[in-house]
């Protein structure tokens, strides 16, 4: 999937993510935000669980 494709994917689900502000970010990023919008879908708990992958931290921030 291009970068483009996700960002268009990420907007489906998530349709207040600005274009402009998902493009700051490279292609493995948009990937594990694209399968957490997926994750989201579904009712939680018993087997739906999401694991954070250990190359994303808890907290982010952004400056600018």
């Given at each position: 999937?291009?970068k483009?494709?996700?960002i268009?994917?990420?907007r489906?689900?998530n ?7 998902l ?24 087997r ?10 808890a ?6």
């Amino acid at each position: 999937m291009s970068k483009r494709q996700l960002i268009n994917a990420i907007r489906h689900f998530n349709p207040t993510a600005e274009t402009e502000f998902l493009i700051e970010f490279n292609e493995s990023a948009l990937k594990s935000y694209l399968r957490h919008l997926r994750y989201l879908r579904h009712p939680r708990g018993g087997r739906n669980l999401w694991v954070r992958h250990g190359e994303t931290p808890a907290v982010v921030t952004r400056t600018h």
